[in-house]
Structures are given as C-alpha cells and as structure tokens.
C-alpha cells in the first residue's frame, strides 16, 4: 500500500486538520470529526446534518456551507460516527427551528443517528430523519436493510438545504428531502477495487478484464461481474438498471450526476457524460442540469456511479439556488 498518510488510525483526523487549515469558513473538531459553519447556528433556520464513514470525500464534510449542510459528521473509514459525536454536533447546530439528519441507508448509520436523535430530543431538540436509499443495484424487499444511500445524497443536501436557507419549516425541508429521494435512482461500477488504510490490501479483486457492475461505495459485491466494456456499453448498461426502476422519467427532464469514485480520471467522466447524453437522449429524456467529478467517492476506486433524479419546476429552483461549501459553488 502506498498513502499519503501519516498512520491509518489517524487518517480521518489527519485530514480533517487539513480542511480546517483550507477552510477558515469551517469549525472543525478534528478529534470528534465534527464539522460545522463558522458562526452558525442561525436563529430560527432549518438545520441540516449529514454524515457517515470516511472515505466518500468530499461528501460529507465538503457540502458544509450556505445553501447546503450546517453539520457533518465524519467517522472512521466505512465506519459509522457514534452516537455522542452526532447528538453534539445536532445540539451545536440546532437554532429552535429543529434539525432534519440525512442519512445514508447502512445499517450503522441508521442506528446511531436514530439514538443521537432520541438523546437530541431528551433535550429538547427537534429532530427529523431523512433516509436515501437510491441505489438500484439492491433489490427492494420487505425484510433486510434495503438500498444503499449513495449519489442522491448530494442532490438531497442541495435541494434540502436550499430550500431551509430560505427560512421553510422543518417539515417543508423534510419533505422536500423526502421528495428528491423518491425521485433519485443511482447504480455504479467498478474498474479496481479500493484500499483502505487499515486492511492495506484491495477490498476485493477483478481480473484485468473485469468489471463490477451494481457495485456499492464501500466496495460491497455487485450484480455481476462482466468481460471489461466500452464507455458506449457501460453507459448503456448503467442506463437500463436505473430506467428499469425509474420509467416515468422518459419525457421529464432530469438532474444527472456523472460521479467518480476516486481514481478516474476526469477524460474518463466526461466520456462517459457524453454517452449518457447520447443513451438518454434515444430515449427521450431531457438533462436540465448535471454535474462531472468526483463527489461521493470511494477512496481510490476506478470507476463511476450515475444518479438521475426528476426534476419539477420546484426542485430545478432550489437547485439552482446559490451554494457556498468547499465542494459545491455557485451563485455567490
């Protein structure tokens, strides 16, 4: 394993040390792995609180910020925070308006953001959770975790948060939030697998002419596993999965990201933007908005996911709204 890192225990703390120097608009608690906005929380607004493990950079930590999260919450690689580094971040943030938590669908996170919320309560913290689950590459059933929380997340922060800055109601930012997830599909693939700085040794292995497909962002098993394609066949492929599960959106337009998992190179993304133009242009469906790079990452992966979430009038306005966070900025 070759890392810039220093040891893998302190990996997270190492690099949040790093925003905070980058960031002087942030507070950081490296210790903790708490991030918040300088001067918040604003009286009476909305907050926003995501988190979950390291390793997916630059969510959560780098969506803090005007428009977008007031918190996030970072714990070990692919680990989950606890439950104490949550509720404190929650009640910093926390400006009598209530806080609503995006949470990604995993077990762990699940669990501990609900006992951080009950502690919140016991206080007299309003609370409301929001869960993604928008990766079709799992199954829904009745028992069992369900789908994985992967690139909606970002579109959710955004809508969300755009939305609670200006000044809706708790229930209005849940709702919303509600919203842009049951209109959000996403599904990835993968070219390698990752490495995490404690395992030091690939997650998983792929034969110099495989690739993953329906792979999740802490390298969990996908689909299957086919001969290596072109950008032309992935897309397609990638495509079908989400239009099999999302078909209203032949005619709607729609929010597309084009999401590296940290080790394709840009050439790459936009390659593959391009052919998901062309796949869902055949189609008939309109991109109104889209975003290429690497947003919800897994460590050095090769690969990509895509998300596509319908857009309404309503959700096209709050995502245009000004954003102001280390990672995501317009209209300021």
């Given at each position: 394993m070759k890392k810039l890192i220093n040891s893998p225990e302190s990996v997270v703390a190492d690099a949040l040390r790093g925003m905070a120097a980058?960031?002087?608009?942030?507070?950081?608690?490296?210790?903790?792995?708490?991030?918040t906005r300088a001067g918040s929380p604003v009286a009476g607004k909305v907050a926003l609180l995501s988190g979950g493990g390291s390793g997916h950079e630059p969510l959560h930590a780098g969506f803090v910020g005007r428009g977008m999260l007031a918190a996030?919450?970072?714990?070990?690689?692919?680990?989950?925070?606890?439950?104490?580094?949550?509720?404190a971040a929650t009640c910093a943030v926390d400006a009598g308006?209530?806080?609503l938590h995006i949470v990604k669908n995993y077990t762990g996170d699940i669990l501990n953001f609900t006992m951080a919320a009950e502690d919140c309560e016991d206080e007299g913290v309003k609370v409301e959770q929001v869960v993604v689950d928008d990766d079709v590459a799992v199954a829904r059933t009745a028992n069992g975790p369900g789908r994985r929380g992967t690139g909606a997340t970002l579109f959710v922060e955004k809508i969300a948060g755009a939305l609670a800055e200006e000044g809706a109601p708790l229930a209005e930012v849940a709702a919303v939030a509600?919203?842009?997830?049951?209109?959000?599909?996403?599904?990835?693939?993968?070219?390698?697998?990752?490495?995490?700085p404690a395992k030091?040794?690939?997650?998983?292995?792929?034969?110099?002419?495989?690739?993953?497909?329906g792979i999740g962002i802490h390298g969990e098993p996908g689909r299957e596993r086919r001969a290596l394609m072109t950008a032309a066949e992935t897309a397609e492929a990638m495509l079908d999965a989400i239009l099999d599960d999302l078909p209203e959106a032949a005619g709607?337009?729609?929010?597309?990201?084009?999401?590296?998992?940290?080790a394709t190179p840009p050439v790459e993304l936009y390659i593959m933007r391009a052919e998901v133009e062309r796949v869902l242009g055949e189609r008939g469906i309109t991109v109104a908005r889209s975003l290429v790079g690497n947003y919800v990452t897994s460590l050095d992966?090769?690969?990509?996911?895509?998300?596509?979430?319908?857009?309404?009038?309503?959700?096209l306005r709050l995502w245009d709204a000004p954003v102001d966070a280390p990672s995501l900025r317009w209209g300021c």
């Open positions: 980058a960031h002087p608009e942030l507070s950081v608690d490296a210790d903790k792995g708490i991030v996030a919450v970072a714990g070990p690689v692919f680990t989950s925070p606890v439950p104490d580094n949550i509720a308006a209530g806080v509600r919203k842009v997830n049951s209109n959000a599909r996403s599904y990835g693939v993968a070219l390698t697998s990752c490495t995490t030091g040794s690939p997650n998983f292995t792929l034969g110099e002419d495989e690739i993953e497909l709607a337009p729609v929010i597309l990201l084009v999401n590296g998992l940290g992966m090769a690969g990509c996911t895509l998300t596509l979430c319908r857009a309404d009038e309503e959700l």
